[in-house]
């Protein structure tokens, strides 16, 4: 069966710092991956989204950026962060157009 | 632009009673799309209808589909205690060659045992 880990499930780091989250899909193959953030009591925002290795398209401009090294890996990054990306960031995969989405359990960032 | 818009943006029902919520979007749609979020984790997705649908079952949950209007409703009915979530509506639409999905901001339902 497919699934879908993200880590780490909390996050505080001070302005300034560096910022990894990883996200890794199970049980598929050649899957379409997703960063989204969700601001507090708010809906989705896609950051970046990928059909492939080395393929990433930027939805937003911003303070992050995205890798996806392994077909099935997905990197979420900040070589600094700034006190508005704090927010719970969602990693998500889908294989086609017919369903829908498979969300990851979330990443809560607080940048201090 | 927000694309899926819920209606309302909260609600509180006792158990047992039925849940409606609304979604209105702007433009062409390939499907759409029912999500719930627990408090603090991942979505959930709960069930797709697609542009040709006007309507679809899963369990305890009906969701309608108007393409003329619009719209969408996700009906819950009997609901209980643990039916206490955010639900979300989401559209996917073709952008550039690949489905783009945007989600609404949620409906807050909460059951009252």
């Known amino acids: 069966s497919q699934t879908i880990h993200q880590w780490p499930a909390t996050l505080v780091q001070p302005v300034g710092s560096p910022l990894s989250l990883e996200c890794t899909v199970e049980?598929?193959?050649?899957?379409?991956l997703y960063w989204y953030r969700q601001a507090a009591g708010r809906g989705l925002q896609l950051l970046f989204y990928?059909?492939?290795?080395?393929?990433i398209s930027s939805e937003v401009p911003q303070n992050l950026s995205a890798s996806r090294p392994q077909d099935r890996q997905f990197i979420l990054s900040s070589k600094k962060l700034l006190l508005s990306d704090s927010g719970f960031y969602l990693c998500?995969?889908?294989?086609?157009?017919?369903?829908?989405?498979?969300f990851g359990s979330g990443t809560r960032l607080t940048v201090v | 632009s927000q694309q899926g818009e819920e209606d309302p943006q909260a609600l509180s029902i006792q158990e047992g009673e039925n849940a409606t919520m609304n979604c209105s979007y702007k433009t062409s749609i390939n499907n759409l799309q029912w999500y719930r979020q627990n408090s603090g984790r991942g979505l959930v997705h709960l069930i797709l209808?697609?542009?040709?649908?006007r309507e679809k079952h899963s369990g305890r949950l009906r969701v309608t589909l108007d393409t003329s209007k619009k719209s969408s409703s996700l009906l819950i009915t009997a609901s209980r205690a643990a039916d206490t979530a955010s639900y979300f509506c989401?559209?996917?639409?073709?952008?550039?060659?690949?489905?783009?999905?945007?989600f609404g901001t949620g409906t807050k339902l909460q059951v009252i045992p």
């Open positions: 989401a559209t996917a639409s073709n952008s550039g060659g690949y489905q783009k999905v945007t």
């Open positions: 209808i697609r542009s040709n649908e």
């Open positions: 049980g598929t193959s050649n899957p379409n």
């Open positions: 990928s059909v492939g290795i080395g393929q």
């Open positions: 998500a995969w889908s294989v086609d157009r017919i369903y829908g989405y498979t």
